[in-house]
């Protein structure tokens, strides 16, 4: 039987581009029996972070329902996923411009759903520690988006108490996904990552 050797994404630069949409993080030493499950629904990929896997899915939202349904039949397997983030989009940045720019137009595209309504971002970073800070980038698109809702006429606003939506952004090296959960979604899947 041979081996299928899965090359790693080493903290800040990919030893070869990988694509992924969903990043899984695992229970404190759960990763291997975490990993095992995963498999069982696609190709799974080492990240180099610790207790961070990666994969690439055709349907996030099909995934996601796939997953709740095998941790809902073996609830011992809920004790070795900690989070799920599903990115709506995904997109490879260089440096800090670049990211803040396609984190502007991914965001933008969902003023009109923020409009009215409260929401925060958050931004979780993995690598590239001197070309993005969190907070920064988080108070960045918060303001972008508070603007655009503002022109439309229909401001939104931000609040970190039950949100009707969440911004998030995850990134793995050069590498960032983007998604919005609302309200519903984030407390009907508790698998999501919210952080």
Not at 15 to 25: E, G, L, Y
Not at 163 to 189: F, K, M, N, W
Request: aromatic letters at 6%; a positive charge; charged letters at 30%.
């Amino acid at each position: 039987m041979q081996t299928l050797k899965v090359p790693r994404i080493l903290n800040d630069v990919p030893k070869a581009r990988h694509t992924w949409n969903t990043v899984i993080t695992a229970r404190r030493d759960r990763l291997p029996e975490a990993r095992r499950v995963l498999r069982t629904l696609g190709h799974v990929q080492r990240t180099g972070f610790y207790n961070v896997l990666a994969m690439n899915v055709d349907e996030p939202q099909t995934f996601l329902e796939r997953l709740e349904r095998l941790v809902s039949d073996q609830p011992h397997l809920a004790e070795s996923i900690a989070s799920i983030f599903c990115a709506e989009r995904c997109f490879d940045f260089s440096d800090t411009s670049e990211f803040e720019a396609k984190a502007r137009e991914a965001g933008l595209a969902w003023a009109p759903q923020l409009a009215g309504k409260s929401f925060h971002v958050r931004v979780h970073r993995r690598g590239r520690k001197r070309t993005l800070v969190s907070p920064d980038e988080e108070r960045a698109l918060a303001d972008v988006l508070l603007a655009a809702t503002r022109e439309m006429g229909n401001p939104a606003r931000v609040t970190f108490d039950d949100p009707d939506a969440i911004v998030l952004i995850e990134t793995i090296g050069g590498r960032a996904g983007v998604a919005i959960l609302t309200r519903d979604e984030y407390r009907r899947h508790p698998l999501l990552a919210t952080h």
